[in-house]
């Protein structure tokens, strides 16, 4: 009887170590792009986000829809998203786009082309996307 528990605890753990494996490879590969924001915004604010959007959905529509590439706009200032932002230690507005365990901020790059120069923009968002 002990040897037959003895193989079935074996499989259940082994089965269960075996999908927390593919579940950490499944999060590795999926490149999540975040904007944090306030809730007072800007026009620029506003703007970045516009900007990143567009171009991920015009970019990336399928990754998008296979859950490949996350994104999510989230205001820092809500209790729900206050962990995540410590999480990445973002204080105020931001724009990252993590694959694993690289982090890539692009917050200087977009507020400063998002309202003079979008089409930059766009090029900075998809290189880094592409090079992750």
């Known amino acids: 009887m002990k040897k037959i528990i003895f193989i079935f605890m074996s499989v259940v753990l082994l089965g269960n170590f075996s999908y927390a494996q593919e579940e950490v490879k499944t999060k590795e590969n999926k490149t999540l792009v975040y904007y944090f ?7 620029t ?3 970045v986000e516009d900007i990143t959007r567009k171009t991920l959905h015009e970019n990336y529509k399928n990754e998008l829809e296979k859950g490949i590439i996350v994104f999510e706009s989230l205001n820092i200032e809500e209790d729900a998203h206050k962990a995540l932002a410590r999480k990445y230690q973002v204080s105020g507005q931001c724009l990252l786009i993590i694959k694993g365990d690289n982090k890539e901020d692009l917050t200087n790059e977009a507020f400063l082309y998002a309202r003079s120069n979008s089409k930059k923009l766009q090029d900075i968002i998809i290189n880094t996307i592409d090079g992750l």
Do not use: V
């Open 37 to 43: 924001h306030n809730t007072h915004r800007c026009a």
């Open 45 to 47: 604010c506003n703007a």
